[in-house]
């Protein structure tokens, strides 16, 4: 007889499943066909009269502003009717995979019973378990034993694909009835196919502005991922397409890491390890978004990339109308940044200096537009950890082509002709910045670079802007660009590259109105502090300085003091200065 340990594994195996044989038994594959073929009827259906509309006589000879209305509401009722048909044909096509899949599950039972009636044995539909048949009476205990052991694994194999195939069609169902979303089943015909992501965005926005008002919303629509990062798109539409996206991203992730979990039980290998610490980290990033997004109101989502890095995602936040602004700045950060640990504080930075730009703009008097002014938080590469990578530029140089092509699709939206685009780098950020202007191209007018390693750079003119809009600054006790600039793994430190003009990091006031805001301004201390508020609630010197750059306002910018002796570091264990202990982004 089989042993009680095989018994107890055998209906524990059983009970984890939560199909039966007598459940696939009474399972009818021509009934789950008839939602197909249902389905697939008003799929046919939908389109067919989405054409027919398309097609009406009156509106080849109908002009005038009525024309035009009737256009705009029949392009929206075809729209509707397409999605309805897309709706229907997903649902018939997961009712006909249903179908298939229910045939063959019981084709495989039969199977299982034909061979188990030839061995004497038979098996129980209501226990899902092998037994001793008629046949195997006088039968070796020790025989049965085996041949319950083979067959059973057999059942269970069959009772799994089962529980998924059950699974399966009930979602069909669910998506029949209304209680599941439906996935996109593609656009329809006529929705037009997308540039490639490496298009040149000037050309991308050509592309675009011939577009009639209905395919531009089909491509919302039926293609939002391409549309949402796509450089060239303007940017009011990605953000609107990407704050969309973003709660289906979010269930999307949190799948992901639910059935990873569930799987990833025991010890899992390496590779294991690293995907779920991945979806981990997306989901994370992907969350951070929503908070930030609702902690500030009124920034936008302007890339939303899930898919280009395994182990982040990528975005880029923005306040102020981007396309529509005079003045433009684009921070990138540096060592340690990701969107679930900076994006909240970047963006709260990057308001700031929005505020301050306006400010400042307002109280010089007679600048049109004061309020002109937009701003950006670029998390769009994988920067380095607090690890060796730092010490390389090989993540800097793989993140200078986006924020080059980034740039060029700024450029390429605005609709102000004299726009004035800043590009601000912190620290590794700001071998990322040097790195990506160095390509040429990026219409950028200032750059400003702050807590710098070194931008592997013999002449700031390499970064493509005019004699004087090229800023650094280094924070008072900062050890980065006094200490690690100085081994020369970037190149010299900025302060020794020709071409810079330094900005104060000091204790100071801003000039009286119209140069200047008058407020007293804390130092920049440390690597952090640059875009942050001092004590006083007035920005730091350092960002003052920043706003002054991104507001186009260069005269109101603080010279640092002169004859000031330089920041002093305490020596490590092995005689080389330790740097400020302060080093985060």
Not at 16 to 35: C, F, K, L, P
Not at 492 to 516: I, K
Request: one cysteine or more; proline letters at 8%.
């Amino acid at each position: 007889m089989p042993s009680r340990q095989w018994i107890w594994d055998c209906s524990r195996a059983a009970a984890a499943v939560t199909v039966s044989v007598e459940d696939i038994d009474r399972w009818n594959a021509g009934d789950v066909r008839e939602v197909f073929h249902a389905t697939r009827n008003r799929a046919e259906a939908a389109f067919e009269a989405s054409n027919g509309i398309a097609n009406l006589p009156a509106f080849g000879t109908w002009g005038g502003d009525a024309s035009e209305a009737a256009k705009t509401a029949i392009g929206q009722t075809r729209w509707d009717l397409d999605a309805h048909g897309n709706e229907a044909l997903a649902v018939a096509q997961a009712a006909s995979k249903a179908a298939d899949d229910v045939e063959q599950v019981k084709s495989d039972l039969a199977q299982l019973r034909c061979d188990a009636d030839g061995m004497g044995m038979a098996i129980d539909p209501i226990g899902s378990t092998v037994e001793a048949g008629p046949g195997s009476a006088g039968a070796d205990p020790m025989e049965i034993m085996l041949k319950q052991m083979q067959l059973q694994e057999r059942l269970n194999a069959i009772l799994a694909e089962g529980a998924r195939v059950d699974a399966e069609l009930a979602k069909a169902i669910d998506m029949a009835i209304g209680k599941e979303p439906i996935p996109n089943a593609g656009p329809p015909v006529g929705v037009p196919s997308v540039p490639p992501k490496s298009t040149n965005p000037k050309d991308v926005k050509r592309w675009w502005d011939s577009l009639t008002p209905t395919r531009r919303e089909d491509l919302a629509h039926y293609r939002p991922v391409e549309i949402g990062n796509l450089e060239g798109v303007p940017s009011a539409i990605r953000e609107q397409v990407n704050a969309a996206r973003l709660p289906g991203e979010i269930s999307k992730a949190q799948a992901t890491v639910d059935a990873l979990d569930a799987h990833h039980v025991g010890h899992p290998n390496p590779s294991q390890l690293y995907a779920n610490e991945a979806a981990h980290n997306k989901l994370a990033d992907l969350q951070q978004l929503q908070i930030t997004l609702r902690n500030h109101p009124g920034t936008g989502l302007l890339l939303l990339d899930t898919t280009s890095n395994q182990k982040n995602v990528l975005a880029a936040v923005a306040t102020g109308d981007v396309d529509n602004a005079k003045q433009v700045g684009v921070t990138v950060g540096g060592m340690t940044t990701n969107v679930r640990g900076s994006v909240d504080g970047m963006t709260g930075e990057i308001i700031a200096q929005h505020d301050q730009a306006v400010e400042l703009r307002q109280l010089a008097g007679g600048v049109p537009n004061p309020d002109s002014v937009a701003t950006i938080a670029w998390l769009g590469y994988e920067a380095p950890g607090m690890n060796l990578d730092v010490t390389d530029d090989a993540m800097a140089k793989a993140g200078a082509g986006p924020l080059n092509h980034f740039l060029q699709g700024v450029g390429a939206t605005s609709n102000i002709p004299d726009q004035e685009l800043t590009a601000f780098g912190h620290s590794y950020g700001s071998l990322t910045t040097s790195l990506a202007l160095q390509e040429g191209g990026a219409p950028v007018d200032n750059v400003v670079l702050y807590g710098s390693p070194g931008g592997e750079l013999a002449n700031a003119s390499q970064l493509g802007v005019a004699p004087g809009h090229a800023y650094f600054m280094d924070g008072v006790t900062d050890g980065v660009p006094t200490t690690i600039a100085n081994m020369g793994s970037f190149g010299p430190p900025l302060s020794d590259v020709p071409g810079f003009t330094e900005l104060s990091v000091n204790s100071g006031a801003g000039l009286p109105a119209p140069y200047g805001d008058g407020q007293w301004h804390e130092r920049a201390y440390g690597h952090s502090e640059y875009p942050r508020f001092g004590d006083n609630g007035e920005l730091r010197m350092s960002g003052y300085n920043m706003a002054a750059v991104l507001a186009g306002l260069p005269d109101d910018t603080i010279a640092p003091p002169q004859n000031l002796p330089p920041p002093t570091f305490p020596l490590g264990p092995r005689g080389f200065p330790v740097p400020n202990p302060d080093y985060h982004p």
